[in-house]
């Protein structure tokens, strides 16, 4: 299974942008970077993912590293409810299915 | 739509006894997995199914573990004879197959084993 490295934890101030890094240079051709968020006592949500190109929805923005082995999650203007875990995960579209979760990193905000 | 809901949110039982969580998927969703969570870890990759079909189970699962999705709906993870290790979050997640699929997760089962 194809492996992903994050910091363990970031800090942010209120309203302003958080870049949150990932390393995953073992990627595949086939493999999609996923990421998905944790809130306290909850279950993990969709945040965005991309294969080559950088995507932007609602929620952020996905820059991916022009060799793919490494991409950035980009919250442009973090508020306290941003708090949470952030997984970066990498996702085969080839013989097998399973999103493998690391231990992600933990974001705080501060007011 | 209603999301992804897991049944019972939190379960007790004492070591030895056997258990069963039951997942019911967003009614159009093909895919679902099965995940572990402990304190401070990512969730655990447990199991997967694609309609009826379990494709994929962790070997880190022992045989005490069973899951079924009879019918291609909703799905149930039975553990037989549990263990104060097997204290975790059970969380259930459903997906439409194709090239942008996403996970949709239930709330969980908290397990405690006493």
């Known amino acids: 299974d194809a492996k992903t490295t994050q910091p363990n934890s970031m800090e942010s101030n209120e309203e302003e942008p958080v870049h949150l890094p990932c390393n995953h240079s073992t990627i595949s051709g086939t493999d999609y970077i996923h990421w998905y968020r944790q809130l306290p006592s909850q279950g993990p949500e969709y945040v965005i993912h991309?294969?080559?190109s950088n995507v932007n929805n609602r929620m952020a923005s996905l820059a991916i590293a022009e060799d793919r082995k490494s991409s950035t999650l980009i919250l442009h203007r973090a508020t306290l409810r941003d708090a949470a875990v952030y997984y970066c995960i990498l996702r085969s579209t080839s013989g097998t299915y399973k999103y493998i979760f690391g231990t992600g990193t933990r974001l705080k905000v501060l007011a | 739509d209603t999301g992804v809901s897991q049944d019972p949110r939190h379960k007790i039982t004492k070591r030895g006894q056997n258990v069963t969580f039951r997942c019911d998927p967003i009614?159009?969703?093909?895919?679902l997995y099965w995940y572990r969570q402990t304190l401070g870890q990512g969730p655990e990759f447990l199991t997967y199914f694609q309609n009826e079909a379990q494709l994929e189970k962790s070997r880190l699962l022992s045989d005490r573990f069973s899951a079924e999705r009879p019918k291609g709906s909703f799905s149930t993870l039975e553990i037989q004879r549990t263990e104060q290790g097997d204290s975790a979050m059970y969380l259930c997640?459903?997906?439409?197959?194709?090239?942008?699929?996403?996970?949709?997760f239930g709330s969980g089962t908290q397990l405690s084993v006493l």
């Open positions: 009614s159009e969703h093909n895919r």
């Open positions: 997640a459903s997906s439409l197959e194709g090239p942008n699929e996403k996970l949709f």
């Open positions: 991309g294969l080559t």
